[in-house]
């Protein structure tokens, strides 16, 4: 959380901290990882599979947003359709693919809820001699810049990071002119999706 050095100004968090008293500016997570799912399910692919931590509040909300695209979308659950990486590194997102793999379930695309757990994804499909997007179709949250140096330029979901910069500049000027105590949160950032590499229509569907 971020203080102002003045007793007038205000504090603010960035996410949602659980409570009402203290404005946050947000990201609208469930809704970026639901895009995922439908560009996904726009290029052809029924069987898609996602990683992500489910246990922090947060990531929870990305974990939801896949559940309700799954749903919407009409495609057929498996229990091994979800694999909870337990951590955000890339190691996690590296045990949590390989498992993925070694499952019932032979996903067509797989949704990583970050940066560092799409880094650990694609060790484990070139470790399993698979390539991205001929064999599986990657898509991740993070809509930041580094996505587009990884080895294979990577299609993403999320608000871009220069928009959340320029909503906290823009929230720290409007509080500043403010003399009362009623600072608001602001309403949730929309996700926007990038186009690169990493998706393309399953094989299945050629």
């Known amino acids: ?3 102002f050095g003045q007793p007038a100004y205000r504090s603010f968090a960035m996410g949602n ?3 009402s008293e203290i404005p946050y500016i947000d990201v609208d997570r469930k809704n970026a ?3 995922a799912v439908k560009y996904l399910y726009s290029l052809g692919h029924r069987r898609i599979a996602y990683i992500g931590d489910s246990g922090k509040r947060i ?3 990305k974990y939801i947003g896949f559940t309700e695209g799954v749903m919407k979308h009409g495609l057929q659950s498996h229990p091994d359709m979800v694999i909870n990486t337990e951590g955000l590194g890339w190691q996690n997102g590296y045990i949590a693919t390989k498992k993925l793999l070694a499952s019932s379930f032979l996903p067509t695309a797989i949704v990583c809820a970050s940066y560092e757990l799409t880094i650990g ?3 484990a499909i070139k470790e399993a001699r698979l390539s991205v997007p001929k064999d599986i179709s ?3 949250y993070d809509n930041i810049p580094q996505m587009a140096d990884l080895e294979v330029a990577m299609t993403t979901v999320g608000a871009p990071i220069e928009k959340i910069a320029k909503s906290i500049v823009q929230y720290l000027l409007e509080q500043i002119d403010k003399t009362n105590d009623g600072a608001t949160s602001i309403p949730p950032l929309e996700s926007e999706l990038v186009i690169r ?3 393309c229509p399953p094989r299945d569907s050629e």
């Open 121 to 123: 994804a694609l060790r």
């Open 197 to 199: 590499e990493s998706c």
């Open 17 to 19: 901290p659980g409570n």
């Open 1 to 3: 959380m971020l203080q």
């Open 59 to 61: 990531q929870k909300e």
């Open 33 to 35: 990882i639901f895009m």
């Open 138 to 140: 990657l898509i991740s």
